[in-house]
């Protein structure tokens, strides 16, 4: 992440709450004119740029604010397979998580019979 | 009858597709209700778009502008196309995270693990089932109900309701969750250009074109207001803001975010939602004022995009257009019956030893069961039950599933949180919905023709309790206000006065 970036998520953030706000658009509320293009009534043709804009603010959303740390986590659980994988002698080992069952543990199961701890990380 | 046969192919080709998905199917859980989580950018835009859009955004968006104007397109579709993409940005990809790196299937198999907790996931599946079935049966309906009308009566509604349910059925039990993305392909790409294919036509058509048909209701006093927001309340326009976070707590949703076959996925449905909305919504809602003019005094004002069509578009293009309407019907409907199915099979089967004791590929067996048996009851229950009951019961489940929003938040982001608090908040959930439901009815005999004032229920309380046309409001806002800020409150105390799931397990979630 470049230093700047930071910085910038917050003004995205701040842009986001922004948007929220101007949705409720009270100044447009008992007007028809001007119609834009002839056609559009102020109050509908506002709410046809906000769309636009959302999608530019969600742009930027995408650009400075992603949250790519979320895949770390997910890497270290695939690093961890495929070190398995290139340890044993199944060429293809498959990495398929248990979750079922009420009470059973959760633990990694690999095709080539191992099984290992879900590793700690985060979701948030 | 021309409309009708091209829909007729239309309906051919979604149950071919569905069927040729049966031939890349694994036999395992994974691949049948996630499509073995390998879902590209575009595909997963497209399907996430499908799942969400209903008959109600192309008939309904329409039928609403009829009689309530311009201002159903900023209550409705700016606000979604806000909401939703956030709701997808900030919990769709964390939901996708933790499904990746734990292999969950449902929400509530994350809920059980990152609680701790069992029959409190089970009440969680109960309300977000409750909720969800209403939906599916409506859409049922909405289809056999499209059918008819693209017609021109020709076809039973009985009829068109079988018919969507065989589709639907067929596409599922065979594809899949695979069987229902590569028919969304096809079905978003339909109902994105059906707006403005249908406006282009129109526009062309009318007298005078679009202008003149504007300025004749900016100059009648009495369709004045349908340019204007002037008869709709502020208070409950920005109600309505909140309504979009059920989105992302519809089964349906949710599931499609454990499908993305990586968090980049995630990108290109961030971004496009906005647009995608607007495709949609401001053909129809524009063409629904405008029908005001060339279609006076319709009594089912959801047709008046369709009695347009027949009036002004050649037959076969109406037929297009037709399948453009059943394709938004059968991309949400797919994805309802698949997240019942994998509800049942996931939280409820397997959960409590189905698994264990019948094995993975008689899951399927199972979901594929259920996929007809609930197919087959939704399409009886449509046939009996009058469509009003259900509509209000639509109106409760997006109300209902944004009050249950605090709790996905809160697992995804809040250490402290608990398994009491989220019980709270379905609790408070149902019985809201449950108060609600009378105090609908009660005030039923009292209710103002549309257009008039709202009254109150209870004289002694004032404003604080109001019945308006068709529904409840508090102090002038819609039930989600009290329903979600009661949610929100109820999980932060009862999570701070309970004790909170073992430090292994928040360790497992939140660590990075």
Partial sequence: MNPGQPKLKIWVFLLVAGLYVLHQDFWNWNDVEPLVFGILP???AYHVAYSLVTALVMWALVKWAWPGHLISAISSVENRSSQLQSAGNNPKPVCNFEIEGRHKQRTGNFSDGRKEELPPGGCA | MTPLIVVCVYLGVVAVIGAAAYRRGLGNTEDFFLASRGLGSVVFFLSLFATNMTAFSI??????????GIGVYGLMASSSGLVIPLSIFFLG???????????????????????????????IFAITVILLVPYMI?????????????????LPYAIGCALVALVVTVNVFFGGLRG??????????????????ALAIISQSVQGGLSEQIQRIAQNPETKPLLTRENLSQRIFWSYSLIPLSSIMFPHMAIMCFAAKTIDAFKKTVVLYPLAIMAVWLPCVYLGVIGTQTEPGLKNSDGVLLQMLSHYAPAWIAGILGAGIISAVLGSDTHQVLAASTLFTKDLFNHYGGHEKFGESKSVLFARVFILVVTCVAYLVALITPMRIFELAVRFAFSGFAALSPVLVAALFWRRSTKYGALAVALWVGISLAGLYFLQKYSDSIAPMPGQPPVPIFPALGSFLERSASQITFYGFL??????????????????????????????????
């Fill in chain 1, 42 to 44: 102020i109050g509908l």
């Fill in chain 2, 59 to 68: 008939l309904g968006s329409s039928g609403q502008a009829y009689h309530h």
């Fill in chain 2, 479 to 512: 039930p989600v206000v009290p329903m979600l800020a009661g949610s929100a409150v109820l999980m932060t105390v009862v999570s701070l006065l309970t004790k909170q799931p073992s430090k292994a397990t928040i360790e497992k979630f939140f660590s990075k």
């Fill in chain 2, 138 to 154: 409506i859409s049922i309906m909405g289809g056999g109900r499209v059918l008819h009308d693209i017609s021109g009566g020709i």
């Fill in chain 2, 180 to 197: 229902a993305v590569w028919v969304n392909i096809f079905q978003t790409i339909l109902f994105l250009l059906f707006g403005t294919i």
């Fill in chain 2, 93 to 123: 990809t964390r939901l996708w995270a933790v499904g990746r790196r734990f292999g969950f299937q449902t929400p509530v198999q994350f809920y059980r693990a990152r609680w701790e907790c069992d029959h409190i996931g089970t009440v």
